[in-house]
């Protein structure tokens, strides 16, 4: 391939005429050879002579152009800090106006020319930040830290372990979100309810809303640690011979309600399984009302369920025997002989020893005697405990395990048939009814309390009537057997019927309201409870003690016939809803309240509150009951 001509003649024409032209390549390739011929066993050219001259006066050229005196002051520029160049405001962040090439006067002091003084205006800034920062770093770290501690207000676990602790289980509840008292799910028209006892206290006062729970979350479990405020048991209710074991898997919650199943299947060497929960220890009330919204089980007209929603004292556990000996079924604060075991000393008084339970040889009571009396020496000696208070006379306030049913449901006789006819007690058809009762010790001779129409009022008794069962020798009932909405069982109407019961604790003025189908059935007045001369107690208030709530659905024997054959099994109870009010001011909810503690003392027996194996509290858990000063035992 050729190149093209070129029109200059001194263009050159071959690689040798380009060395000899007089251009810097031909002149750089001609160095190169003589530096070539110089040395020719060297591999790198080196200059000759003629060369090296050339180079030294361009290098002198260089060095006098570019070489300045170590002094500044003779390299001919203006060293004055006070001569302003154009480019000073790249290197000075304070600007200072410039005229003619001088800094203008009356410009302010140079922030970064402080003429030598002490203090200057950006010194002082730089400390005040660092000051600002020193005091920031100070206050986040330990100033924070302490001020909140003082000035915190700590969330109340109102008597329980599960607000901003732990549950009775030890456990951290796992439910998030909705868990406060008030269910959020409650609709604001439930926030306060009217008083129903008329002629009570608490006439014509509002109630507010202190706990409720809605149970409209489906899949909800209440294995321990599952929920903050329920529990169910794992355990076999042998107390009333229950026919089945109690398990948490036959609780949940379902379509918006909770669901109790009661069902045929072999577990724990029993055939059937149910389910019982509660409150214990983590939701407890003094005073006010209770009610809940429940579809019952199984069929208005087949005996043999024994679904129930009840209450009982803190310091007794449901179903765990051990915490109750001594303390079930007793309100009672005084000390004589009702706080002695079988209520009699040597069989004194007579009454006691008569008209009694037959199958106790008709002997009034088996009971063990209250464990926690007034009558307990008021200085304790080692292995004795007593949860308090004292009274100002430095005796003991009795504390026990009391217990108020909102219901029991049951298949009876009704007073007034579906199509409105009337019949004698015991000659009507079969219906479903509900037991609403309280439970008491010690007991009335034979009993019998006084029930005259001043302490225990029907609200209608067309439908109600006093329970013909008032008594055992473990307890002494209080009872009113009422007929309930025939349509709400699950396998008829299954619509839900409110039940629950309104009371105000205490000797004076202190009663008992229960509703049954969102309307008052009966009610017991504190003096039908009072002292009775023949048995030579005293009176027993109505409760005191912070309740608790539970639910369940079993079956036994020993609350009335069962009717195996035609019991619809799986058969379930639904509960729409729970929600408990107290009076305007008065709000009293916990299960540690100030006036009647329960946290040290189950702290101290927790084993008797979660081993259901431990039956009694002497020769099961091997504690004592404390000594009584009313057999001279101080």
Same mark, same amino acid.
């Given at each position: 391939?050729?190149?093209?001509?070129?029109?200059?003649?001194?263009?050159?024409?071959?690689?040798?005429?380009?060395?000899?032209?007089?251009?810097?390549?031909?002149?750089?390739?001609?160095?190169?050879?003589?530096?070539?011929?110089?040395?020719?066993?060297?591999?790198?050219?080196?200059?000759?002579?003629?060369?090296?001259?050339?180079?030294?006066?361009?290098? !002198?050229?260089?060095?006098?152009?570019?070489?300045?005196?170590?002094?500044?002051?003779?390299? !001919?520029?203006?060293?004055?800090?006070?001569?302003?160049?154009?480019?000073?405001?790249?290197?000075?962040?304070?600007?200072?106006?410039?005229?003619?090439?001088?800094?203008?006067?009356?410009?302010?002091?140079?922030?970064?020319? =402080?003429?030598?003084?002490?203090?200057?205006?950006?010194?002082?800034?730089?400390?005040?930040?660092?000051?600002?920062?020193?005091?920031?770093?100070?206050?986040?770290?330990?100033?924070?830290?302490?001020?909140?501690?003082?000035?915190?207000?700590?969330?109340?676990?109102?008597?329980?372990?599960?607000?901003?602790?732990?549950?009775?289980?030890?456990?951290?509840?796992?439910?998030?979100?909705?868990?406060?008292?008030? =269910?959020?799910?409650?609709?604001?028209?439930?926030?306060?309810?009217?008083?129903?006892?008329?002629?009570?206290?608490?006439?014509?006062?509002?109630?507010?809303?202190?706990?409720?729970?809605?149970?409209?979350?489906?899949?909800?479990?209440?294995?321990?640690?599952?929920?903050?405020?329920?529990?169910?048991?794992?355990?076999?209710?042998?107390?009333?011979?229950?026919?089945?074991?109690?398990?948490?898997?036959?609780?949940?919650?379902?379509?918006?309600?909770?669901?109790?199943?009661?069902?045929?299947?072999?577990?724990?060497?029993?055939?059937?399984?149910?389910?019982?929960?509660?409150?214990?220890?983590?939701?407890?009330?003094?005073?006010?009302?209770?009610?809940?919204?429940?579809?019952?089980?199984?069929?208005?007209?087949?005996?043999?369920?024994?679904?129930?929603?009840?209450?009982?004292?803190?310091?007794?556990?449901?179903?765990? !025997?051990?915490?109750?000996?001594?303390?079930?079924?007793?309100?009672?604060?005084?000390?004589?002989?009702?706080?002695?075991?079988?209520?009699?000393?040597?069989?004194?008084?007579?009454?006691?020893?008569?008209?009694?339970?037959?199958?106790?040889?008709?002997?009034?009571?088996?009971?063990?005697?209250?464990?926690?009396?007034?009558?307990?020496?008021?200085?304790?000696?080692?292995?004795?405990?007593?949860?308090?208070?004292?009274?100002? =006379?430095?005796?003991?306030?009795?504390?026990?395990?009391?217990?108020?049913?909102?219901?029991?449901?049951?298949?009876?006789?009704?007073?007034?048939?579906?199509?409105?006819?009337?019949?004698?007690?015991?000659?009507?058809?079969?219906?479903?009814?509900?037991?609403?009762?309280?439970?008491?010790?010690?007991?009335?001779?034979?009993?019998?309390?006084?029930?005259?129409?001043?302490?225990?009022?029907?609200?209608?008794?067309?439908?109600?009537?006093?329970?013909?069962?008032?008594?055992?020798?473990?307890?002494?009932?209080?009872?009113?057997?009422?007929?309930?909405?025939?349509?709400?069982?699950?396998?008829?109407?299954?619509?839900?019927?409110?039940? !629950?019961?309104?009371?105000?604790?205490?000797?004076?003025?202190?009663?008992?309201?229960?509703?049954?189908?969102?309307?008052?059935?009966?009610?017991?007045?504190?003096?039908?409870?009072?002292?009775?001369?023949?048995?030579?107690?005293?009176?027993?208030?109505?409760?005191?003690?912070?309740?608790?709530?539970?639910?369940?659905?079993?079956?036994?024997?020993?609350?009335?016939?069962?009717?195996?054959?035609?019991?619809?099994?799986?058969?379930?109870?639904?509960?729409?809803?729970?929600?408990?009010?107290?009076?305007?001011?008065?709000?009293?909810?916990?299960?540690?309240?100030?006036?009647?503690?329960?946290?040290?003392?189950?702290?101290?027996?927790?084993?008797?509150?979660?081993?259901?194996?431990?039956?009694?509290?002497?020769?099961?858990?091997?504690?004592?009951?404390?000594?009584?000063?009313?057999?001279?035992?101080?």
């Amino acid at each position: 391939m050729s190149l093209p001509a070129h029109d200059g003649a001194s263009t050159p024409t071959s690689f040798s005429s380009l060395l000899a032209a007089d251009t810097p390549y031909g002149k750089s390739m001609q160095r190169t050879n003589s530096i070539n011929s110089l040395n020719s066993d060297n591999p790198y050219p080196t200059l000759s002579k003629s060369h090296n001259s050339g180079l030294s006066r361009l290098s !002198g050229n260089i060095s006098e152009k570019f070489s300045l005196s170590p002094d500044p002051r003779h390299w !001919g520029s203006n060293l004055s800090p006070d001569f302003a160049e154009a480019d000073d405001d790249i290197h000075n962040p304070d600007h200072v106006p410039v005229v003619n090439g001088r800094p203008a006067k009356h410009a302010g002091r140079h922030l970064t020319s =402080d003429n030598g003084a002490v203090f200057s205006a950006r010194g002082l800034a730089n400390v005040g930040c660092l000051v600002i920062l020193c005091v920031g770093i100070v206050t986040l770290f330990a100033g924070y830290p302490i001020i909140t501690a003082l000035t915190r207000d700590d969330l109340s676990n109102n008597g329980a372990f599960n607000i901003g602790g732990i549950n009775a289980t030890g456990q951290i509840p796992s439910l998030t979100g909705n868990f406060g008292l008030i =269910d959020e799910e409650t609709p604001h028209s439930a926030y306060t309810v009217p008083a129903w006892n008329q002629n009570g206290a608490w006439a014509g006062q509002e109630m507010d809303l202190v706990f409720s729970d809605e149970f409209n979350l489906d899949g909800r479990t209440f294995y321990p640690g599952d929920d903050p405020y329920w529990e169910a048991v794992d355990l076999h209710y042998w107390a009333t011979n229950n026919l089945e074991w109690y398990d948490p898997a036959a609780i949940t919650t379902k379509n918006g309600s909770l669901v109790i199943t009661l069902e045929q299947k072999e577990t724990h060497n029993l055939n059937y399984q149910g389910g019982m929960m509660s409150t214990w220890n983590k939701f407890c009330f003094t005073g006010g009302y209770i009610e809940v919204s429940v579809q019952l089980p199984g069929l208005n007209n087949v005996a043999g369920l024994w679904p129930a929603v009840w209450t009982m004292g803190n310091l007794g556990r449901a179903g765990y !025997g051990a915490s109750l000996e001594g303390m079930w079924p007793y309100t009672y604060d005084a000390c004589d002989v009702g706080t002695v075991a079988n209520q009699s000393v040597n069989g004194n008084p007579p009454a006691a020893m008569v008209n009694g339970d037959p199958s106790a040889n008709g002997e009034l009571s088996y009971l063990p005697g209250q464990r926690l009396s007034r009558c307990s020496c008021p200085n304790l000696i080692a292995g004795e405990s007593h949860p308090g208070p004292k009274h100002s =006379d430095g005796s003991w306030v009795g504390r026990a395990a009391p217990e108020i049913d909102i219901f029991e449901a049951q298949i009876g006789a009704l007073l007034t048939g579906p199509d409105g006819t009337t019949y004698p007690l015991g000659e009507g058809p079969k219906g479903g009814q509900v037991s609403q009762s309280a439970q008491w010790a010690p007991f009335n001779a034979a009993y019998v309390w006084q029930n005259s129409s001043a302490n225990e009022i029907f609200a209608n008794p067309g439908i109600s009537y006093q329970n013909g069962y008032t008594g055992s020798s473990t307890q002494q009932a209080t009872s009113v057997v009422t007929q309930t909405n025939q349509q709400c069982y699950e396998g008829d109407g299954q619509c839900f019927s409110v039940y !629950g019961f309104e009371y105000k604790p205490g000797f004076d003025n202190g009663y008992i309201t229960w509703i049954s189908s969102g309307t008052p059935s009966w009610t017991l007045n504190a003096a039908g409870m009072g002292p009775d001369q023949l048995v030579q107690i005293s009176a027993r208030p109505v409760p005191q003690e912070p309740l608790y709530i539970i639910m369940n659905l079993g079956m036994s024997e020993n609350f009335g016939k069962v009717d195996i054959a035609h019991l619809p099994f799986p058969v379930h109870m639904y509960v729409d809803y729970v929600r408990v009010y107290q009076p305007k001011g008065q709000r009293n909810v916990g299960c540690d309240p100030k006036d009647f503690p329960t946290q040290s003392y189950i702290n101290q027996y927790m084993e008797a509150y979660t081993n259901p194996n431990l039956t009694t509290w002497r020769n099961d858990f091997g504690q004592n009951f404390l000594r009584n000063s009313f057999l001279g035992q101080c």
